[in-house]
C-alpha cells in the first residue's frame, strides 16, 4: 500500500493559485471555504517563497485524536478522511490543526460553525459512495478513478507533488540534488515526523 | 505617483538605476544563491513557532502556514482528561465519604413547625434558572470531554453525535441565561456574601460539618460565601473564555482560543467538583436545606442552627416566623 502525502517544491512554486481554483472547482466548494491555499513568506523580500498548503493527511493525525465524536478516519493509503454525518462542528480539530486546514461554514447566528469542511486528497468522502449526496458534502472521488488530486496534477510548474510518500520524496530529492538548492518539504516535519534527507 | 515631481529627476533616477544594473550586472549574477537567501521552514518555526506570509483570497487569517498544535493536543488529550477526571470522581468519592461517616446533617432541635422566608421567589427564579443552566452546560461539557470514550460505545456513533450536536447548540445556547443569572446572584447577594470576622470564626470551629455544635453565621456561612464566590468568579472566567471560543476569531488567534478551551476546562473542572458538593449538601446532605430554594421558607429551628445571626437580624426588622397558613395542625 501506498502512504500518499503532499509535497510542495516551494522553489518551484509561482504563486499562480492555479491549485486553489483548480481544487474549488472541482469540488463545487462553497463560498468562504479554501480547501488549498497558497502562502507567501517573506513576500517581496529576497528569499522570498510560496507554499501550496492544504490538509496534509498527518501520519497519527491531531484532529482525529482530539475529535469528540470521532469522526476521523485514515485510509489504508494514509488519507485522513472525515465524516460529515457526524461532525458536530465543536472547531476542536481546528485548535489541534498545525495547518490550519479544517474550515467551517457560517450557519446561523454568532459564530457558529456547520460540519468541517477540507481537502479530502479528491478521495470523496468516508463511506466511498459515488451520489449526488456524496458530492455535496466531500467533492468528487478521483482517486477511485486512478487519478491523483487535481492540484498537484494540473500544477503547471510541478511544484505540488502528489502521491506515494517515497516517490515524491524521491523526486523531489532528485530535483535538489540538480539544481544544488531547496528550502525543505514544507510541513513534512510536522505531518508525517520525518523529512526528505538530501 | 507623485505629481509634484519634476520629470528630469525621475530620468535621472532611471538612468541611475540602469547604470547602476549594468556595472552590477555581472557580478551579481555570480553571486545569487538561492539557497542561502531562501526562507527555510525549520528556521522560521525555530524563531517564530508559526511560519505566517501572505496569501490572496479574502481569508486572510489563512496565511498561517504552520501554526503550534501539538501543545493543545497533549494537554487536551493528556492534563485536562485527567484534571477534569479527578476533580469530578475525587468530589464524588469525598462526599460519599463524608456520608459514610457524618451521615446526614439531621435538625438537633427537630422541627418546630414555624417557617420563616428566607429567600423569596425573585431569588428562587435566579437562583433556578442559572443552576438548571449550568447543569445543562456541565454535562453537554463533559460529553465533549468524555462522551467519545464512555456514551459512544454504548449508544453507537451515530446516536451519539445527534445527540452531541443538539448538546453543543444547548451549551452554545443556555451560556446566555446562564451569565444573566450570574449578574442577577451578584447583585442581589453580594452585600451578604462579602467576607467577615464571624466568617473566620466559622471555619475555625469546622464549619459545623467537623466539629460538634453550631458556630454562628449570617445570611449566609463562610462555606456559602465561598460558594458564591467560587460560582461569580469561575462563572465569570467561564463566560469569557467561552465567549472568546463562541466568537472565533473575534480578536483571537488559534492560540487564543487554545488558551480560552484550556482555560474554560480547567475552571469547568472545579466548578463542577464545587456544586457536586453544593447540590449534596443543599439536598440530601442536610435536612431542612432544600426548602430554602425549594419553598423559599425554612424551619425555625434549622434557621436558629445555621444562621443564628440572621435569624436575629430578621426579628430585629420584624419579620417574625409564622406558622404556614397551609401547615396541618398537629400535636
Not at chain 1, 500518499?4 to 518551484?12: I, P, S, T
Not at chain 1, 472547482?25 to 517573506?42: A, D, Q, Y
Not at chain 1, 493509503?77 to 462542528?89: E, M, P, T, W, Y
Request: include cysteine; charged fraction near 15%.
Amino acid at each position: 500500500m501506498a502512504r500518499l502525502k503532499f509535497l510542495c517544491d516551494a522553489d518551484r512554486c509561482i504563486e499562480c493559485n492555479a491549485c486553489v481554483t483548480a481544487c474549488k472547482n472541482e469540488h463545487e466548494v462553497p463560498w468562504g471555504i479554501n480547501r488549498r491555499r497558497v502562502v507567501t513568506i517573506n513576500d517581496g523580500k529576497p528569499g522570498e517563497r510560496s507554499v501550496s498548503m492544504a490538509c496534509m493527511h498527518c501520519t497519527d493525525a491531531p484532529c482525529a485524536a482530539v475529535c469528540p465524536v470521532d469522526c476521523f478516519l485514515t485510509t489504508a493509503d494514509g488519507v485522513v478522511l472525515h465524516s460529515k454525518d457526524l461532525c458536530i462542528g465543536c472547531g476542536y480539530c481546528f485548535y489541534a490543526c498545525p495547518f490550519g486546514a479544517p474550515q467551517y461554514p457560517k450557519v446561523s447566528n454568532f459564530g457558529t460553525r456547520g460540519k468541517m469542511d477540507k481537502c479530502t486528497y479528491c478521495a470523496g468522502g468516508p463511506d466511498g459512495l459515488d451520489t449526488a449526496a456524496e458530492y455535496a458534502k466531500y467533492g468528487s472521488n478521483r482517486l477511485a478513478e486512478g487519478k491523483l488530486p487535481l492540484c498537484a496534477e494540473m500544477c503547471s510548474t510541478k511544484s505540488l507533488l502528489a502521491g506515494d510518500g517515497d516517490i515524491i520524496a524521491q523526486i523531489y530529492k532528485e530535483r535538489v540534488v540538480k539544481r544544488g538548492y531547496g528550502s525543505g518539504a514544507w510541513g513534512w516535519k510536522t505531518a508525517y515526523k520525518d523529512t526528505v534527507a538530501i | 505617483m507623485p505629481a509634484s515631481r519634476p520629470v528630469w529627476t525621475n530620468l535621472a533616477a532611471a538612468l541611475a538605476v540602469l547604470f547602476g544594473l549594468w556595472f552590477a550586472g555581472p557580478a551579481m549574477a555570480q553571486q545569487v544563491n538561492p539557497t542561502t537567501s531562501a526562507v527555510q521552514e525549520q528556521q522560521l518555526l525555530k524563531q517564530l513557532r508559526t511560519v505566517e506570509g501572505r496569501v490572496s483570497i479574502p481569508d486572510t487569517k489563512s496565511g498561517v502556514l504552520i501554526q503550534p498544535g501539538g501543545d493543545w493536543r497533549a494537554l487536551h488529550d493528556g492534563t485536562l482528561a485527567w484534571v477534569t477526571s479527578i476533580a469530578v470522581l475525587g468530589m464524588l468519592a469525598l462526599l460519599l465519604l463524608f456520608y459514610t461517616v457524618r451521615g446526614r446533617i439531621m435538625i438537633d432541635a427537630g422541627l418546630s413547625g414555624l417557617k420563616i422566608l428566607r429567600f423569596n421567589s425573585f431569588e428562587r427564579l435566579v437562583h433556578w434558572i442559572t443552576a438548571l443552566c449550568f447543569m445543562v452546560l456541565a454535562i453537554s461539557g463533559l460529553n465533549v470531554s468524555f462522551g467519545r470514550y464512555l456514551l459512544m460505545p454504548l449508544i453507537g456513533a451515530d446516536a451519539f453525535a445527534a445527540l452531541s450536536h443538539y448538546g453543543k447548540l444547548a451549551h452554545n445556547f443556555l451560556a446566555f441565561p446562564f451569565m444573566v443569572g450570574l449578574v442577577l446572584m451578584l447583585l442581589i447577594w453580594i452585600v451578604d456574601n462579602i467576607p467577615n470576622r464571624v466568617d473566620v470564626a466559622w471555619f475555625k470551629a469546622g464549619g459545623g460539618l467537623l466539629g460538634k455544635g453550631h458556630p454562628p453565621a449570617g445570611k449566609f456561612n463562610g462555606g456559602q460565601k465561598m460558594i458564591f464566590w467560587s460560582v461569580i468568579i469561575g462563572g465569570g472566567l467561564l463566560s469569557v473564555s467561552g465567549l472568546l471560543l463562541l466568537f472565533p476569531f473575534w480578536g483571537t488567534g488559534i492560540a487564543d482560543m487554545q488558551l480560552a478551551q484550556v482555560i474554560h476546562a480547567l475552571i469547568s473542572a472545579g466548578l463542577i467538583a464545587v456544586m457536586l458538593a453544593h447540590i449534596y449538601i443543599g439536598s440530601i446532605g442536610m435536612e431542612g436545606a432544600f426548602d430554602a430554594m425549594g419553598s423559599g421558607e425554612v424551619d425555625l429551628n434549622w434557621a436558629r442552627e445555621h444562621h443564628s445571626l440572621w435569624v436575629e437580624e430578621e426579628k430585629a426588622r420584624g419579620r417574625t416566623p409564622q406558622v404556614p397558613p397551609n401547615a396541618v395542625a398537629a400535636e
